[in-house]
Structure formats: structure tokens, C-alpha cells
């Protein structure tokens, strides 16, 4: 007489490929969207799932992160914030941001290809403060994106 545990048995072919067929439908994720949120559907957090969105939440990311922000990687960011500090002109600080962007997009993001960039500041509630309002156009050549815009937002201190 044998004795066979029901836990070593596994799942019949018909269950194993219903199984299978339902994980194949499903895209796998990407990366992680910012800012962090809790995931309606599956999973714990909100998911990228095609690389249009995650290389856009990336450069996101890039752009607003200043020089020392990142543990372990000081140089990684554009460093845009202490151009707010020492507004003197938009022209010097558009001239400024455009080579601090460039650099670190050709440092940490060589597969974007910036197009275009444009700024505007709003002073908004007073003349010694404002927001720099900026976009940039760029492309992604390898998964054929073209003419993406991003925008950002910089406080004038």
C-alpha cells in the first residue's frame, strides 16, 4: 500500500495552461511611477508599464534633482536649484540651465535627445519673487518617441 502526500501532486495540464494564458495577457511592469501611490489594481504601488512613460518619469526625476540629493551618487541631478538663488537675468538663467541640463542628460540619460527648451517666469504675487516655468522638447529615437514635452516648475527664491 503507498501512501502519497496530496501536496506533492501539482496542477493538471488544462489548470496549468488557464494559469499561464492569464499571466501571458498581463504586461509586465517597468518601473515605478513617482511620486509614490498606492495601486488601484495590482500590486502595491503604481506601475510603468511601456518605456514612453517611465524614460518621461525618469528625466522628470533627473531634472529636479539637485547635487548631493541622491545617496551614493553626488553628482546625479541638473542642480537647477541654486540658479533660483542667483537669479540676476532669465537670459543668464536660461543660459545657465541649458548647459546644466544638457550635461547631465548626456551623463545619465544618453538615449534622450533634447530638442528644444523654453522658460517663463511668472511674477505672480510680487516683483521679487516669482516661478520659473520651464519645457523642454525632447525625442527618444530608439523606441521612436518624437517631439515629447515635459514641464517643470522652479520656485525663484
Do not use: C
Not at 538615449?111 to 504675487?125: A, P, Q, T
Amino acid at each position: 500500500m503507498a501512501t502519497i502526500s496530496f501536496k506533492s501532486v501539482g496542477q493538471t495540464n488544462s489548470k496549468l495552461s488557464s494559469i499561464l494564458e492569464k499571466n501571458s495577457k498581463d504586461p509586465l511592469p517597468i518601473g515605478i511611477r513617482t511620486p509614490l501611490k498606492l495601486s488601484t489594481t495590482n500590486g502595491l504601488l503604481t506601475m510603468s508599464y511601456d518605456f514612453e512613460s517611465q524614460v518621461s518619469d525618469n528625466l522628470r526625476n533627473l531634472l529636479l534633482t539637485n547635487w548631493g540629493e541622491r545617496l551614493g551618487q553626488y553628482y546625479l541631478g541638473a542642480n537647477l536649484k541654486p540658479l533660483t538663488t542667483e537669479l540676476n537675468s532669465q537670459t543668464s538663467f536660461d543660459n545657465e540651465a541649458v548647459v546644466r541640463i544638457k550635461a547631465a542628460v548626456d551623463r545619465w540619460m544618453p538615449y534622450v535627445d533634447l530638442v528644444d527648451f523654453m522658460s517663463k517666469i511668472d511674477r505672480l504675487e510680487n516683483s521679487s519673487t516669482g516661478v520659473f516655468r520651464i519645457t523642454i522638447t525632447y525625442n527618444i529615437p530608439s523606441i521612436n518617441v518624437n517631439n515629447k514635452k515635459l514641464q517643470m516648475v522652479l520656485y525663484v527664491l
